[in-house]
């Protein structure tokens, strides 16, 4: 067996998210002191270089395959961090006080760790907690063991292998269905041992006591099923046989019992659909695995649901599956959005895979929420600087559902029982609806040295937003552009007028798709106010009867961690966030797609695509405790824009704004080839547009691209006649 080996991140692995039902209380630890704060690492591996970010970076990899990971001691220059001069096992050995036990692929749990132990070697489990086993060869005599038993047997498979700090190999294979897989040593044969049940590995890029580093093959393919010789060899030489009669609780012997087996089948359905298998191929795998190992065997149909389910919730790392829903026949079509795996990166990812779970909520609405909310939270000294304009970290988005049980309201309240957790005040106080008018507004965010300049309005019924705006007179839509803008608001009155200098405002409005359509005037369109908003299509991603509510265990990490990034920002003061060398590298390659015009409706609501992406992007640089935007945070903000911009062209389509132009073109796409001449248009308008206004809306089609005119001729006048082109026609269809 021969294999090119080099570290290349944490394993090759998709942004799936951990299945996990219930996850142990995360060890108590000192809070971070507020340097180690501020060097908080990126959530993903960004390079080959290896550094302490990137021992985090890999934990979090392998904890979204579904591993479970500790943190181990590392090396120091004078011996193994545990500080025993006779440590048996250097480098090696959990840190956590219950070791093993303490084990867990919860990214808020970890991040914790890698907090306080910057410099931590990774350990991941092996067993069925993590659906893998590991054969180690040991130095020289374990390979001259391994090739006699090739040469004997046939070679292993290509698997996710490892060349360890000490010179030997790890090959990584999935947990074999109802097989007892024990930890051995050296009894398959000199030099091979086995790690299962109960046992652990190190891992990349972990350092060994040797100086070098644990690094995984180049190809750093996913574990495959142990061949059937090698198992062979394993249960004969524990001594042991397949077994399907565990008892009823945990899961032990290879069978998992209640407690255990939904959460077992979870997890093997995750990995599956990283692998991009279809949801029936995934029913018929996780069948078979209930069959083998679950005592007693879960009811088929509840496998069934299994199978499907986390295809509808996780639609990203696969081909989107939309979830069992009574809206699924309204919003499923092929132009529903599908957020990029890179929008989930970081620590506004762990927010959305832990409370995703236990919400009806689409995560799209717990990310874009959650941003909002960071961003708001933080205030206005953070801010980014384009030429001479500068721009807080205000988000307004708007998210928009086909009916009213897209739950758009339901996302809000998980976000802000974390807010609760980190800033109790400013959820009391700095949080409120009921948006109405211009004297309103400012009156919340005047300037006064006793009140907060921040300000976050939840709009539940964002329709009579837009109504109020419609009336003639009414100042909220100037005034909510400026406060986008600057933040510098005033009232133009004679009497008691008021002012709001730098004020911090965002606002999150919720609507149905047909409130939208309805309510957006042509005005709102198109002065500037739709292209402030952020355009969100959600809908209701599961159906859970009793409700959901996420367990303290799993909040409480979160919060932590958010509370140590509102103290950092805290200490920045004003300070301004710039792009590294390699961001401005990728916002050169972009910028000219993001800065293009869009024709219609469309364009008008997203044309302010650089600066969108810009206030993103330095929301999860700040997320990272970083004053700097880099690659993956740009990266990030881009996934978050492309699911908004699709999002706009789901809901506005090909409309133009302008209500006989958008009566004329669904008119001449019905018509199909045979068009229509203008006579027929003037007699479809009811002959309530004049000439001069059918001319206008026949004008801006072509220039549009949207229509055509030619000239047919008939044995008397000439025929003007009106077509819809092709790729109108195709668009529409």
């Keep these: ?91 090696k050995h959990p840190r956590t006080v219950h070791g093993l036990k303490d084990a867990s692929h919860n990214p808020a749990t970890i991040r914790q760790w890698w907090a306080q132990w910057k410099d931590a070697n990774v350990g991941i489990t092996t067993g069925p907690e993590s659906g893998i086993i590991v054969l180690d060869v040991d130095g020289k005599q374990g390979e001259e063991s391994l090739v006699e038993l090739e040469r004997r047997y046939g070679a292993l498979p290509d698997t996710f292998t490892v060349r360890t700090g000490g010179g ?345 798709r047909l409130e939208l359509l309805r309510y957006l005037s042509d005005t709102e369109q198109h002065n500037g106010f739709a292209n402030r908003l952020l355009w969100c299509c959600v809908r209701r991603s599961k159906c859970l009867p009793e409700g959901g509510s996420v367990p303290e265990a799993e909040i409480a990490p979160l919060a932590q961690v958010l509370t140590s990034v509102v103290e950092w920002a805290r200490q920045k003061g004003d300070c301004e966030i710039r792009r590294d060398e390699t961001a401005r590298g990728l916002w050169a390659a972009v910028y000219p797609r993001l800065s293009a015009g869009r024709a219609g409706l469309l364009g008008a609501a997203t044309s302010r695509a650089e600066a969108q992406v810009l206030r993103l992007s330095a929301i999860y640089a700040v997320l990272d405790c970083s004053a700097v935007i880099r690659v993956e945070h740009l990266r990030a903000a881009l996934g978050v824009w492309e699911y908004c911009l699709a999002s706009a062209r789901f809901i506005f389509g090909n409309a133009i704004g302008d209500p006989v132009a958008d009566r004329i073109r669904e008119a001449l796409t019905d018509a199909g080839e045979a068009g229509l001449t203008r006579t027929q248009i003037r007699d479809l308008l009811g002959r309530h547009a004049s000439a001069d206004r059918i001319a206008q809306a026949l004008t801006q089609l072509v220039a549009l691209g949207i229509a055509t005119r030619s000239t047919v001729s008939t044995e008397g006048r000439s025929i003007e006649l009106w077509t819809a082109t092709e790729a109108t026609k195709a668009t529409e269809g």
């Design 1 to 91: 067996m021969t294999a090119v080996l080099r570290w290349t991140g944490a394993g090759g692995h998709g942004k799936f998210p951990a299945a996990e039902s219930t996850v142990a209380p995360a060890p108590k630890i000192a809070t971070p002191p507020s340097d180690v704060r501020a060097e908080r690492p990126p959530s993903r591996p960004v390079g080959p270089v290896y550094d302490s970010p990137q021992l985090l970076n890999a934990a979090l990899g392998y904890a979204e395959r579904g591993w479970h990971v500790v943190p181990l001691h590392n090396p120091t220059g004078r011996g193994c961090s545990c500080g025993h001069a006779d440590c048996a096992s250097p480098a």
């Design 168 to 512: 030997g190999l790890h090959s990584y294979f999935t947990h074999p269905p109802g097989l007892d897989v024990r930890n051995s040593a050296s009894k398959i044969a000199p030099g091979l041992d086995v790690r299962g049940a109960g046992g652990y590995v190190v891992a990349p890029p972990s350092l060994h006591s040797s100086g070098q580093r644990y690094e995984v093959n180049e190809s750093a393919i996913p574990p495959v099923p142990c061949p059937e010789w090698l198992l062979s060899l394993i249960q004969s030489a524990n001594g042991t046989q397949a077994r399907q009669d565990a008892p009823a609780a945990g899961a032990v012997g290879g069978a998992i019992g209640k407690g255990g087996r939904t959460k077992r089948l979870v997890s093997l359905a995750g990995g599956m659909l990283r692998r991009g298998m279809t949801p029936e191929a995934i029913e018929a795998a996780l069948l078979a695995e209930n069959a083998a190992r679950c005592s007693p065997p879960l009811p088929e149909a509840k496998v069934r649901a299994i199978a499907h389910d986390i295809p509808a919730r996780y639609p990203n790392p696969a081909p989107s599956t939309p979830p069992h829903d009574e809206e699924t026949t309204a919003a499923g079509t092929p132009d529903w959005p599908a957020l990029p795996a890179a929008a989930l990166y970081g620590l506004a990812g762990d927010i959305v895979r832990t409370i995703e779970p236990h919400s009806e909520a689409d995560p799209t609405a717990l990310l874009i929420q959650a941003l909002t909310a960071v961003g708001n939270l933080i205030g206005p000294e953070l801010h980014c600087i384009v030429e001479s304009t500068r721009h807080a970290l205000t988000l307004c988005p708007v998210l928009v559902g086909e009916t009213s049980k897209g739950r758009k309201g339901t996302s809000w309240s998980h976000i802000e029982r974390l807010g609760a957790r980190v800033d109790p005040k400013w959820t009391a106080e700095r949080i409120t609806g009921g948006l109405s008018s211009a004297e309103g507004l400012i009156s919340e965010v005047r300037d006064d040295p006793e009140i907060d300049r921040r300000l976050l309005v939840i709009q539940p019924e964002y329709g009579s937003v837009l109504r109020i705006m419609a009336r003639e007179g009414n100042a909220l839509s100037p005034l909510l552009r400026s406060a986008w803008d600057s933040g510098n608001l005033r009232t133009l009155v004679k009497h008691n007028p008021l002012k709001a200098t730098s004020a911090h405002i965002s606002v999150i409005g919720h609507i149905t």
